[in-house]
């Protein structure tokens, strides 16, 4: 990124995060370009583009200014933005049918967008709802257990007074409810079936670049630890949006094909029991006789294949209606705890890919 869009980033984080108020005389372009070493030429290049924007303005003789914000037509739109990892795959579609039919219902529209769980994207998609006339957003993080590097844009739509809310979980230091399942549980309660189910050499398969991951991992130690298992170099595999297509298969093979191989596979969700499914169909191990599978969220995926899914519930529709109806009660000042979590217990669903031991 060219250094004057670096700045320009950077100040405008100061003029959205109310660091800098409106009226306020801003730093002299000496005092910027000494702060960030950079040139003068680019400095004045930069608050050029800001004072063309309306975001500064200049007095001659005095200096360079923050402008007042200009006035969002929140009153002249009933549209709500809505950003999620994904749109048309797996659980998703459900989630934004639920919310889109409940604000329908209630006279809003929806503009929807996707980040492909890129935080890149989560950017441009920020970005381009503050340039529209929303009256509030339903948010899903992307890759919430790696940090939030958009923060600012974030408070940008805290001191613009635009309430969002968030799905499936939050960024720890952002204060706004959020809709969730408790994955913990979740993860501890597909451990604990296996070792009630006489199951004791049992691998995990988590994605932790997102919280939900992190946390049905959590889950799954405890229940191990819980009940004096132990914890073998290949007890957890975990893995990336990126490396999602070969890490968790490479090493489902790999121990399949082990002498004291698992018994049983916790799958982060149904996605991936299906294509481990596949590891056990590859190395000639049969689902349920030779290893037991278990998934997580109840998707169609799990009833899709020759063998059905034991896996845990996840509200999709449902989180999706609430969500919605949460956030318009928050635009209406109907809230009395704005950060208040609605969080969903995951049920068990037994069904044929897992066994008894005992």
């Not at 960030?36 to 303005?57: D, M, P």
């Not at 009630?196 to 991992?217: E, P, S, V």
């Not at 999706?320 to 217990?345: N, P, T």
């Amino acid at each position: 990124m060219p250094k004057y869009m670096q700045l320009k980033q950077e100040i405008l984080t100061w003029l959205d995060s109310g660091r800098m108020k409106p009226n306020e005389r801003m730093p002299t372009e000496h005092e910027i370009a000494a702060l960030f070493q950079i040139s003068r030429q680019t400095v004045r290049q930069t608050l050029g583009e800001l004072e063309k924007e309306g975001r500064l303005y200049r007095l001659q003789g005095k200096g360079t200014f923050v402008s007042q914000p200009k006035t969002r037509p929140f009153q002249e739109t009933q549209t709500i933005g809505m950003i999620t990892t994904y749109i048309s795959d797996y659980i998703f579609p459900h989630i934004v049918r639920g919310t889109e039919g409940a604000l329908r219902s209630r006279g809003y529209s929806l503009t929807l967008s996707s980040t492909d769980n890129d935080k890149n994207k989560e950017r441009e998609n920020l970005e381009s709802l503050l340039a529209q006339p929303v009256r509030g957003l339903i948010i899903e993080p992307t890759k919430s257990a790696q940090g939030n590097p958009n923060l600012d844009l974030y408070l940008s739509l805290q001191v613009h007074d635009i309430p969002f809310i968030m799905i499936n979980e939050r960024y720890p230091e952002l204060h706004c409810p959020c809709l969730k399942v408790d994955d913990e549980s979740g993860g501890y309660a597909a451990a604990k079936h296996l070792i009630d189910l006489g199951h004791r050499n049992i691998a995990g398969f988590f994605k932790t670049d997102d919280l939900q991951g992190a946390n049905r991992l959590k889950g799954f130690i405890r229940a191990l630890r819980e009940h004096q298992l132990p914890l073998q170099q290949y007890t957890v595999t975990h893995y990336t949006t990126e490396t999602k297509s070969t890490v968790p298969y490479d090493a489902a093979l790999s121990m399949l094909r082990q002498q004291e191989r698992p018994t049983a596979f916790v799958c982060y969700n149904d996605e991936l029991a299906v294509r481990l499914l596949e590891a056990a169909r590859q190395t000639g191990l049969s689902v349920p006789d030779d290893l037991s599978v278990t998934g997580f969220d109840d998707s169609w995926l799990s009833t899709a294949t020759e063998v059905k899914l034991t896996t845990l519930t996840h509200p999709k529709t449902d989180m999706g209606v609430r969500a919605a109806e949460l956030l318009l009660d928050l635009i209406q000042g109907r809230v009395e705890d704005a950060a208040k979590d609605i969080v969903y217990a995951p049920e068990l669903i037994i069904r044929d890919s897992t066994r008894s031991l005992l």
